[in-house]
């Protein structure tokens, strides 16, 4: 059966620093894989996904992720993190027909 | 607008009553898919359409728990006999295709007393 896992239900980053949020799968054959943000009292909003070729992967607000096959990682990260990204992660591979399986999610705070 | 519209975007209902969930999906979209999230967690996945036709109901909880889409646009999930359990946040995503990324309402908050 297909699953994610988000190891970190919290990651706390200085403004202008580096980010990573980390998400490891368990799939039979070939992931898709995707990144949604949660903003308080917002929908999930998509911000990146992995289907297929080159293992960096480029989203939006300037977030990238990095597919790595052999780890069986799809950790998201940004260069230099800001206070607006604080936010609620999820990391989420596609099932059958289409149907999204997500992680716990990881709380994101970034401090000024 | 252009995005995915759910209402009502807070129901709050007694413990045996019926609850209907409205979900408009993005315009041209195909799929249409039901998630339900408890606070804490991550979206887990209810049910879903290709058009007008229910294609996986796999992740409904129980009987209590139905959705349809006559005319292959609006969605309607509804729960019968609220339990106090069924309290979450009921969220609904369309996407143009199944295997394309699914673009999220902004939820209903259902509380059943």
């Known amino acids: 059966a297909q699953s994610v896992a988000q190891p970190e239900d919290q990651v706390n980053v200085a403004e202008g620093n580096p980010l990573t949020v980390k998400c490891t799968y368990s799939?039979?054959?070939?992931?898709?894989l995707f990144w949604y943000v949660q903003y308080p009292n917002r929908g999930l909003q998509f911000l990146l996904k992995?289907?297929?070729?080159?293992?960096l992967v480029k989203g939006s607000y300037g977030f990238e992720a990095e597919f790595n096959k052999s780890q069986t990682s799809f950790h998201l990260k940004k260069p230099s993190a800001l206070v607006s990204d604080s936010a609620l992660y999820f990391c989420a591979v596609r099932g059958l027909g289409g149907k999204l399986i997500f992680g716990q999610g990881t709380e994101l705070s970034v401090k000024p | 607008g252009a995005g995915v519209s759910q209402s009502p975007r807070y129901k709050v209902t007694k413990r045996g009553q019926d609850v209907a969930l409205r979900c408009d999906p993005i315009?041209?979209?195909?799929?249409l898919y039901w998630y339900r999230q408890a606070l804490g967690q991550g979206p887990e996945f209810l049910t879903y359409?290709?058009?007008?036709?229910?294609?996986?109901k796999s992740g409904l909880p129980n009987d209590r728990f139905s959705a349809e889409r006559p005319e292959g646009s609006i969605s309607t999930l509804t729960i019968q006999r609220t339990e106090q359990r069924d309290s979450a946040m009921y969220r609904c995503a369309s996407s143009f295709m199944s295997n394309d990324e699914q673009f999220f309402g902004p939820g209903t908050r259902l509380t059943v007393l």
């Open positions: 315009s041209g979209h195909v799929s």
């Open positions: 359409f290709n058009y007008e036709a229910q294609q996986d």
């Open positions: 992995y289907i297929t070729g080159d293992n």
């Open positions: 799939v039979s054959g070939n992931p898709y």
